[in-house]
């Protein structure tokens, strides 16, 4: 079971009084109605990563061998994650990044599972569980945000992306 402290923090600045990121999102948290439509679309391993904080296996993930230009979004809610531009090739199996779309977007917990300390990466908007942060990355941030493929939806350069999360609900993702 993993525990998380009570001081949770974004991994940026705090969004403005309005509930938006500093790109525009909205981060509003989905409503009791959109949520039940939103993990009714999940597949069992999906609804096991992101809402149970579990992870995939390792070398299996859809997306870890993705090259394609784009952005990778929160596949509960949509909410842009990382950008195909910080995405390396890290080793470990699971598609990992050096930062993320925008640091208001990722929210950081305290991780003390399977007796290891550890920081978890949530959506900052619906809170489901993408994987974890560490500080062994390579330049310019020294971070590895390492992520499970069944968490991620990825979006090609060009596509729209949602704002919130009735847009993302509307369009049936």
Known sequence: ??????????AGHQPDGHGRSSTGFDLTP??????RILESRLT?????????????APHC???LANKEPGTYCC????????QAGTKFE???GWPSFTAPF?????????????GMIRVEICCARCGSHQGHVFPDGPPPT????????????????????????QDYVDAGA
Do not use: W
């Open 75 to 82: 596949k509960l809610c949509g909410l842009p994650l990382f």
């Open 30 to 35: 989905p409503s009791a109605g959109q949520r």
């Open 1 to 10: 079971m993993t525990t998380r402290s009570t001081s949770s923090q974004s």
């Open 142 to 165: 020294g971070m590895r945000f390492c992520i499970n493929s069944v968490s991620l939806r990825f979006e090609l350069s060009g596509s729209s992306l949602p704002v919130s999360v």
């Open 44 to 56: 069992a391993e999906e609804r096991a990563v992101l809402l149970e904080h579990g992870t995939e």
């Open 61 to 63: 993930g859809t997306l």
């Open 90 to 92: 890290s080793g470990t």
């Open 102 to 114: 925008d640091k208001d977007h990722v929210k950081l917990l305290k991780d003390t599972s399977y």
